[in-house]
């Protein structure tokens, strides 16, 4: 596609429900990173994979916290039991393996637990 | 783990004045620093970046500065305009492949 694509756009959950976000990457980019941003904040990194394999995941906040790229391309992040705290924007990023590579965004999936 | 700090928060500036934003960080090992504009909803984009091999890097209005040594790098804007107000916000990494560590955003706001 012609760049990262996220869905919703918008998702509204009540407390305790489980959500499930989507990231497309640009075709082709082997990383993909997930990110919070809460409101008025720096984006923070969540988990990281390269292809299928994820390799980092120290940044999930909880075991509430799920991702999974199964082929590699398309990627879910799952929230379990959503929590008031979970609000913010998830953005998702990808890029490719070249040294001059560059990370593109997605528009990000603004959570709101009510 | 990286800490950057970002600083202003919040900045206003003139039609055609400069704006500056300074970044520190506190990782030795970071090579990488981008910077990313945000206007409201949108997704952050690149605007330009910088590795620890250079120390001024510049893009027609857009210049960014690092000294490796005091661990601190900065973006400087001249002759601002009106679609320069946006969320500005560095950040660190070993590499454009690696997780990024954001600063807090600044908000830049340009009076016509």
């Known amino acids: 596609g012609a760049g990262v694509s996220q869905s919703p756009r918008y998702k509204v959950a009540k407390r305790g429900q489980d959500v499930a976000l989507r990231c497309d990457p640009i075709?082709?980019?082997?990383?993909l990173f997930w990110y919070q941003q809460a409101l008025g904040q720096g984006p923070e990194f969540l988990t990281y994979?390269?292809?299928?394999?994820?390799?980092?995941k120290s940044g999930l906040p909880s075991d509430r916290f799920f991702a999974e790229r199964p082929e590699g391309s398309v990627s879910t992040l799952k929230i379990q039991r959503t929590q008031q705290e979970d609000s913010a924007v998830y953005l998702c990023?990808?890029?490719?393996?070249?040294?001059?590579?560059?990370?593109?965004f997605g528009q990000g999936t603004r959570l709101t637990v009510v | 783990g990286e800490n950057v700090e970002q600083h202003p928060s919040t900045l206003s500036v003139q039609e055609g004045d400069s704006a500056v934003i300074k970044c520190t960080y506190s990782?030795?090992?970071?090579?990488?620093f981008p910077w990313y504009k945000q206007e409201l909803g949108k997704r952050p984009q690149l605007i330009i970046d910088?590795?620890?091999?250079?120390g001024e890097k510049k893009d027609q209005r857009i210049a960014v500065t690092l000294n490796k040594t005091a661990k601190h790098f900065s973006l400087h804007i001249t002759e601002t305009q009106p679609e320069d107000s946006a969320v500005y916000f560095c950040?660190?990494?070993?590499?454009?492949?690696?997780?990024?560590?954001f600063g807090t955003g600044t908000s830049l706001t340009v009076i016509p």
């Open positions: 990023a990808s890029s490719s393996l070249h040294q001059n590579t560059e990370a593109f």
């Open positions: 990782d030795s090992a970071s090579n990488y």
């Open positions: 950040a660190a990494s070993i590499s454009p492949r690696d997780q990024f560590y």
């Open positions: 075709s082709g980019h082997v990383s």
């Open positions: 994979f390269q292809n299928e394999a994820q390799l980092d």
């Open positions: 910088i590795r620890s091999n250079v």
